[in-house]
T-cell receptor, first 113, second 113 residues
C-alpha cells in the first residue's frame, strides 16, 4: 500500500509562473519530508526538506509547505524556469520506520519557455 | 568529488544467471541503501545498511541479497534473476538514515530476459 502519494503524474507550467507540486501521506507518524529532483539518465538529487515541527521551509525559489492535519505537503517553485523540467519525488520517514524512506510515484514537471 | 558510483550502468542478462551490481561511496557515510524504480510505483526500497555488517530489509527485498563488508561498498546481488526484476536500480548513501538527505548513484538499468 502506497504510504506516500503524488496524484498528479505530470504538470505543465509557463516559464516565470508558479509551479505547485503536491504530495499526500497516510501515516501521521512520518516526521521528516524531503523533495528530490530527477533528470533523465541521472539519479535523484536532494532539493529541500522539512521537519514536522515546521510548516514551511524556504530555499531560494523553492518552498515546501507542510499541513500535518491534512497529511499534505507541497513544493512551490517561483518563478519556474525551463531548467526545472524534471521528475519530482517526495519522500517521508519517521522514527517508527527506523531508517526507511517512503517515496511517492513522482510528478513530471515541464516548464514551457 | 563527493559521489555514489554504481556499475554497470546498463545490463542485459538471462533468467537465472547470478549477477552483482556494485555501489561505492566516497563520503564516509554510515547509511547506504538500494532502491528500484518502476513506472507508476516510484522508488521502492530493497535493502538498507546502517553500518558495516548491519543490513535490513526494505519494502521489496524478495529475490535480492546485499552485503556490507566495508563502509564504502554496498553491492546488490541477484542470485537467480527473473524477468520481474527488470527495473531501474539506484544506490544511495547518507550520513545516517531517516532524517538526512541521501545522495544517489546514476542508476543501473537491468533487463532480465
Amino acid at each position: 500500500d502506497q504510504q506516500v502519494k503524488q496524484n498528479s503524474p505530470s504538470l505543465s507550467v509557463q516559464e516565470g509562473r508558479i509551479s505547485i507540486l503536491n504530495c499526500d501521506y497516510t501515516n501521521s507518524m512520518f516526521d521528516y519530508f524531503l523533495w528530490y529532483k530527477k533528470y533523465p539518465a541521472e539519479g535523484p538529487t536532494f532539493l529541500i526538506s522539512i521537519s514536522s515541527i515546521k510548516d514551511k521551509n524556504e530555499d531560494g525559489r523553492f518552498t515546501v509547505f507542510l499541513n500535518k492535519s491534512a497529511k499534505h505537503l507541497s513544493l512551490h517553485i517561483v518563478p519556474s524556469q525551463p531548467g526545472d523540467s524534471a521528475v519530482y519525488f517526495c519522500a517521508a520517514s519517521g522514527a517508527f520506520s527506523g531508517n526507511q524512506f517512503y517515496f511517492g510515484t513522482g510528478t513530471s514537471l515541464t516548464v514551457i519557455p | 568529488e563527493a559521489q555514489v558510483t554504481q556499475n554497470p550502468r546498463y545490463l542485459i542478462t538471462v533468467t537465472g544467471k547470478k549477477l552483482t551490481v556494485t555501489c561505492s561511496q566516497n563520503m564516509n557515510h554510515e547509511y547506504m541503501s538500494w532502491y528500484r524504480q518502476d513506472p507508476g510505483l516510484g522508488l521502492r526500497q530493497i535493502y538498507y545498511s546502517m553500518n558495516v555488517e548491519a543490513t535490513d530489509k526494505g519494502d521489496v527485498p524478495e529475490g535480492y541479497k546485499v552485503s556490507r563488508k566495508e563502509k564504502r561498498n554496498f553491492p546488490l546481488i541477484l542470485e537467480s534473476p527473473s524477468p520481474n526484476q527488470t527495473s531501474l536500480y539506484f544506490c544511495a548513501s547518507s550520513f545516517w538514515g531517516g532524517q538526512t538527505e541521501a545522495f544517489f548513484g546514476q542508476g543501473t538499468r537491468l533487463t532480465v530476459v
